[in-house]
């Protein structure tokens, strides 16, 4: 295959196309549990499946495996594995506290939601069934939102329960405990009560392996084997055959060998400097909004999949990002910022919202001196100013003012990012009706 413009363009949308399924198969790969309490250690060089694990502390400096890591929840993570038929998933009733269950299918789609706004807080279970399912649904999954069908044999399912602080940690963690999966056989058979039974797999991936075209392309493969793209994307997807990436390709020829490699070195790099949605004139970059899926959108998807993998459908939960203060310069610990909140101007929520500070270097969250990764409208302390409104102060070193200390969140001594996590947020942050304020240098009038 000579490297022609017609066989790059090709290569650079096939990279876009299926990367997301090669997120998968190293996420996958990587926060799989290899042993669980219910079944004690997978098989040597294979990884259990079909059982939720549970993080059970707040993710601190150093203790996330994925970029810009959340600190307002906890996280419930399942994957699942179809391939033998429906599961049932069942959760505990939360008493109206929040949370979510979001679901992916194996090309990232946001597909499916469980938990407040979509399905209740209260005790339930879910029917998940594999694609082509013609079964009979059994009583009860026959009510609205029971039954969910999936778009692909594996899915993603990462799990955010809200934590109010440390001291809260009990509650959640035997509300965790109430998240089980397990095979509708089982279910129907009356082992409700008995320990879920774990699927043992082999990842065949090494998730900390250096990308390569054979890599990629062996890693999409299987993916497309196990899961294959939907109907209105065939055509799209068995184009990519020509360069070596198919469900049943054999190794590559040093032709796709060398077009693949050289759109993996073209395009990965575009798209880690690119950013994701639009920047506002205060300068906050808004996530584009999606609705259960990206559309057919590739270069979404694959933006997503590279920097922000299990994102939440917008109405769910939107993640403005700001990289920059009012003026367009970069954020940096270096110097001293406000963000002044107008009285009755808070971010519009019907769930909660929080401000978290990662590090621009490594996308993580910064060690810091009092332990505060986030502040937002459960922060204990924080100090209103005199007309009611919110002043936050973004800084390396504490503020001196006694005030304004409560209302610190830590910056490292160089670049930074904050991204404000608006749960349930109302439509007029999603349609730009509300805007958030700028980040504002302190020697500078708000």
Known sequence: MADTDLDRTLADEAVLATYPLYEMCRMRAATSPRRTEAAGAAPEGRRWCNVFTHARELLRAGKSRVVTPNNDTLYTNAWLDLGAGPLVLEVPDTAGRYYVLGLLDFYTE???????????????????????????????????GAHIAAPTRWLWIIGRILVDGPQDLPAVHALQDGFTVRPLADWQAGMGGATPRPLAFDPACDPKAQLDAEGFAAQV???LRENPPPAHEAARF???AAL????????????????????????????????AGEVSPAGWT?????????????????LVAL????????????????????????LDGSRCYRLHFAPGALPPVDAFWSITLYDSRDYMLVDNPIDRYAIGDRTPGLQRDADGGLTLH?????????????????????GFYLCLRAYLPRAELLDGRYALPPVTPMEEKA
């Open 238 to 240: 068995a184009r990519y």
């Open 307 to 330: 920097k922000y993998i299990g994102m939440l459908e917008s109405r769910e939960a939107t993640y403005p990002i700001a990289w920059r203060d009012g003026a367009g310069q970069a």
């Open 244 to 275: 070596g990436i198919a469900a049943d390709a054999g190794p590559l020829t040093a032709a796709q060998r060398a077009a693949l490699q050289a759109a993996l070195d073209r395009v990965l790099p575009a798209l880690r400097a690119r950013q």
């Open 110 to 144: 946001p597909f499916a939601h469980i938990g407040q706004r979509c399905t209740g807080t209260q005790a339930r279970a879910f029917l998940i069934t594999p694609p082509g399912w013609t079964g009979a649904l059994p009583a009860g999954f026959d009510a609205p």
């Open 394 to 414: 973004i800084a390396h070193a504490p503020p001196a003012d006694p005030a304004a200390r409560a209302n610190w969140l830590p910056a490292p001594p160089g």
């Open 221 to 223: 493969g299987r993916a």
């Open 286 to 302: 808004l996530m584009p909004v999606v609705e259960g899926s990206f559309g057919g959108d590739h270069l979404l998807r694959a």
